[in-house]
């Protein structure tokens, strides 16, 4: 299981990459070895305002669906499009296959999010 230092990440298993007042957001590494092989990203129109912890899409794979939760409030700006048409590529990068991008409305929100220490700590766990 790779965890990047740079990043921060939620107990759901996104992570964030901040770049000034944007939030590149998706799946860690360890959600998609959980998940399995990835076989449908639903990602949500660009423009649309989430609040944090809000479902802001669905990943599928050949084991379950599943929610994705947006661990910062903002406004997608971008999503990637990529994805839609490839959804193997988290499989294949998770890190490298960011799913949105939003404009922060809080960033004391990124306060709440994890370390990768502390998202190893949680992952060793087994949550």
Request: net charge negative; proline share 2%.
């Amino acid at each position: 299981m790779k965890i990047l230092n740079e990043l921060l990440y939620s107990k759901d298993h996104e992570w964030v990459k901040v770049d000034g007042d944007k939030a590149y957001i998706g799946i860690s590494d360890f959600a998609q070895h959980s998940l399995g092989e990835i076989v449908f990203v639903e990602l949500p129109e660009v423009d649309t305002e989430f609040s944090k912890d809000e479902a802001f899409g669905v990943v599928e794979s050949v084991k379950a669906a599943s929610d994705l939760y947006i661990p910062v409030g903002g406004k997608v700006v971008e999503i990637n499009e990529k994805l839609v048409d490839n959804p193997e590529l988290v499989n294949e990068d998770a890190y490298g296959s960011w799913m949105i991008v939003v404009e922060l409305s809080d960033k004391s929100e990124l306060d709440a999010l994890l370390k990768a220490d502390q998202y190893e700590k949680l992952c060793d766990k087994g949550e």
